[in-house]
């Protein structure tokens, strides 16, 4: 049996399934109840928030013939049929290679024929900023009045790209990133139902790399699962990511400080001979300048970081060393290396030599 990525498995199939995202599924859900569908919505957000799969399940809700509280029964004779991925009621249209203003066009001329066995009939277009100016106008004229059995469902991660008279056209809804903590508990439930056995820092450092993408998180998961055979720890997830145990890094920032450029030096040579992505190293630091300095300044700092206890305790106790204004250097110097990272012929050389400009300005010891 072929296996099937988490990412797909897990897809939400209704509005109580949706993660992160309850103010969106919350207004949609009332608004099928109380029969205020628009005719045209755009969702905008980073990518793997959900904004595809909020547009089938909106699709599949507003043909439902028993909908319950909003969402789809998923058992009636309409909801059954657009189970199929080729129902012609539901059409999904990549704007990427399908952006020509004849592309449009021949939407425009299938949008005169009425849905077959359904309500309505929707039109997802997906990366929809990629259209050409010539397509948006097209589309526009679709827009101002389309058929009363056909909704449109504009997804984009680029929002300012779109022109201002599509934006006044459509109900917008932001997708937002969705929170370490969200993300870990969704992480649970799928690592439980899947008999996957984990410990708690595991999740959370697996969430984290996820950047608030349910999607990126769970494709991470897929391949920690797979190295880890069963049972999923600190440790291993550490080394299939690359990232920086928070140990090593609280130890390598102690030694900046201290501006002790041998031991800098020394800590790079280490972590390159234990295997550790340096370039994922290089950006770990920028982080790391950024989450000492929300500890610093911040009263309600762990809810932002969200750390474990004992992991918070260190970076309080670490960032207390350091003055604001020595963290907002290390910050734009860290991450001003980030993009010459994929230039660099060196990682290593790149990573010495931003170390070494952080510690800039100071007295520096010789050794």
């Excluded at 793997?48 to 809700?61: D, E, F, M, P, Y």
């Excluded at 920032?253 to 001979?273: A, M, S």
């Excluded at 762990?302 to 960032?319: C, G, R, V």
């Amino acid at each position: 049996m072929n296996h099937i990525a988490l990412y797909r498995k897990y897809r939400p199939k209704t509005f109580d399934e949706v993660i992160g995202q309850d103010h969106i599924a919350k207004t949609l859900q009332n608004q099928i109840v109380n029969n205020q569908i628009g005719h045209a919505y755009l969702f905008t957000g980073s990518r793997g928030t959900g904004k595809t799969s909020i547009a089938k399940i909106l699709a599949k809700a507003v043909n439902c013939l028993t909908p319950d509280h909003g969402s789809a029964c998923g058992q009636c004779e309409n909801c059954k049929r657009l189970e199929q991925e080729n129902d012609i009621n539901i059409i999904e249209i990549d704007a990427a290679s399908n952006n020509k203003v004849d592309d449009i066009r021949q939407i425009r001329e299938k949008v005169k024929f009425m849905p077959v066995g359904a309500k309505y009939k929707v039109y997802i277009v997906d990366e929809v900023h990629m259209l050409s100016d010539s397509a948006f106008n097209a589309l526009l004229k679709t827009l101002e009045e389309p058929p009363s059995y056909v909704i449109f469902i504009l997804a984009t991660t680029e929002v300012h790209k779109l022109p201002q008279t599509i934006l006044s056209r459509c109900v917008r809804f932001d997708f937002r990133l969705v929170s370490v903590d969200e993300l870990a508990k969704h992480l649970a439930k799928v690592f439980d139902k899947e008999g996957i056995k984990y410990d708690e820092e595991s999740l959370k450092i697996i969430a984290s790399a996820g950047e608030g993408s349910v999607r990126d998180t769970l494709s991470i998961a897929d391949s920690i699962a797979s190295y880890c055979q069963g049972e999923i720890t600190k440790e291993k997830a550490l080394s299939v990511l690359g990232s920086t145990d928070h140990e090593l890094i609280i130890n390598f920032f102690d030694r900046v400080k201290d501006k002790d450029v041998g031991q800098v030096l020394g800590l790079i040579d280490q972590i390159e001979k234990d295997g550790k992505n340096l370039a994922v190293f290089s950006k770990d630091l920028s982080k790391h300048a950024r989450n000492l300095l929300v500890c610093k300044s911040c009263a309600n700092a762990n809810e932002i970081l969200n750390l474990t206890e004992d992991i918070f305790a260190m970076y309080k106790e670490q960032a207390d060393k350091f003055e604001e204004k020595e963290l907002i250097r290390y910050m734009q110097v860290f991450s001003s290396a980030e993009s010459e990272l994929r230039y660099t012929l060196s990682v290593r050389l790149l990573l010495e030599t931003t170390c070494l400009t952080a510690m800039l300005g100071f007295d520096v010891k010789k050794n």
